[in-house]
């Protein structure tokens, strides 16, 4: 069948949504709604038989859904209507929500329904409930529905308030007067929720140092305690303000600044907290505390887990800094095996394109980023007395999927969708990729998946050979099969076997061609995307932080 994607942006789901479809060989093509008159144009060009709106903030004009199928994805159980469903499940405390797929109508998500699937409501930010939750059971709703219409059998039931499991409502927009936060009297179970519900937009427009700010990505903290409202300790970046009855630490602040355009930065980095403490704690510690921290190691049956949790899966200098001294800590343990990765969310993104949009001088930040990265690739990659496995929760892209393949094997939950690119940053890349990708799917698939910018689900990634293992179910149950099965392989026998293996080949390898020689031949090239007058990264990057829509959607989505 061919089947257009209408959406706002080729986001995470929209993406997802992508690559199910294409593995169930549907023809797909992607039209961003960038206005009326591309969708339109979009629609006559693709001729599609149906129209569906995985992730759509505009209204489809009424000249295409009366003459067309359109089904709309909305994140909200069977009767929920409005644009800010995520952000009222998490201010109610809703246990359960849903995804629901409707025919569009005039009125704004009153059409009949096609497909309505329920999720489990996790206590974390919107925007990773939406990469998880929302995203697996929009991609159930979407396949049904889908099924469904080739049926050509299937009529979708009108939505009929009168009947009883109709419990959804019309909610009004979630609007900032609705998210205000009284850190003297609010506990910090309702600031939280308050937070998590805007996160990652709009954010909750708050005061701190006499300005005014946009808060983002919210912890709790279990220990420290201080005035309510005051920034009481940093720590990684982040900034850990009291309540009446705990702390919260938010690690993102974005400012108010009206007529000028800001971007979400390190908390830490915004405000002035020359009187405030760094409050550390170590990875070790950190895994049996309610904290936060972007690191956490702990051990279990002779297997090494380095938990990692990087805000929008983006890793500054100070991150791959963070993360290579965990990792050269647990490599000295007594285990044989260490799997890393976080147990929810994404895996890696790469370079932290924020904190260098914000460096005095964004070519040399650039330059000491990828070099901190490399430095943790290096030293996954080196690694011969122990197995090393990255297990993916979440999506990667870039120098993240570059950084899990460092690893011996590479597990993935079945929703992770990657990225394996650079192209769209203007990037050659580096993090070793010149070795490591073509030694896992061959010099050709290499070349072809680092330059066409399209996304890859993790079984087509397992047939292609960049995935080792492919998980299904959610994300606790991902991470409960990754614990089984990381045991059964510190406890084969065949295991010191592999590691001489491993050691043998490495060194085959270096003397073929050292692991130095990739990487000055991989920064040659990215000195001249840092540097050279040439270059589009510059502004690419600049355009992605501020988040710039293109003018037309990019040739390489219209299918």
Known sequence: MRILLLASAFNSLSQRVFTE???????????????????????TRFQPE????PMLTTAVPEDIWRTRPVLIVHPGPLG??????????????????????????????????????PFPVTACGKSELYRTEVADAAVEAVLLAVARFASGIFRPRPLDYTEPDIRGQERPYFSQDRRQLDWQTQPTRDILRTLHAADSQPGVLDELCGRQFYLHGAHPEDRLRGTP???????????????????????????RSPGRRAFKRAAAEVIELSQVPEVKVSPTEAASRKTFTHVRYFERDNVGYLEFSFRGGAMNTAACEQLLAAYLQAREQAVDVIVLGGPRDFFSNGIDLNTIEAANDPAMESLRNISAMNDLVEAILTTTDKLV????????????????????????????????????MGLYGSEYWTYSLPRRVGHATAKRLTSQPLPLNARAAAALGLVDRVIAGDAAGFSARVHRDATILARDPDL????????????????????????????????????????????LRRKFVYGEKPIATPAYLRG
């Open 229 to 255: 409202g005051a920034v009481i300790a940093t720590r990684e970046g982040a900034i850990c303000r009291a309540t009446v009855d705990g702390a919260v630490w938010l690690t993102q602040l974005r400012e």
């Open 496 to 539: 010191t076997t592999r590691l001489v293996e491993k050691k043998r080949r490495l060194a085959a390898d270096q003397a073929d061609k050292p692991l130095r020689v990739y990487r000055a031949e991989e920064m040659a090239r990215m000195r001249e995307n840092f540097f050279g007058t040439r270059s589009t990264y510059h502004d």
């Open 80 to 117: 929920d209507r409005g644009p800010s469903s995520l952000d009222w499940a998490i201010t109610i405390g809703a246990r359960e929500w849903g995804v629901t797929v409707l025919q569009a109508v005039a009125e704004m998500d009153a059409g009949p329904v096609w497909a309505t699937v």
């Open 21 to 43: 479809l294409r593995a169930r060989n549907h023809v797909v093509g992607v039209e961003l709604a960038l206005s009326d008159s591309i969708i339109r144009a979009g629609v």
């Open 50 to 53: 149906l129209i569906i709106a």
């Open 389 to 424: 496995i990255s297990a993916l929760a979440g999506n990667a892209a870039a120098g993240g999927v570059m950084l899990a393949i460092a690893a011996d094997e590479v597990w993935c939950r079945e929703a992770v969708v990657l990225n394996p690119h650079y192209v769209l």
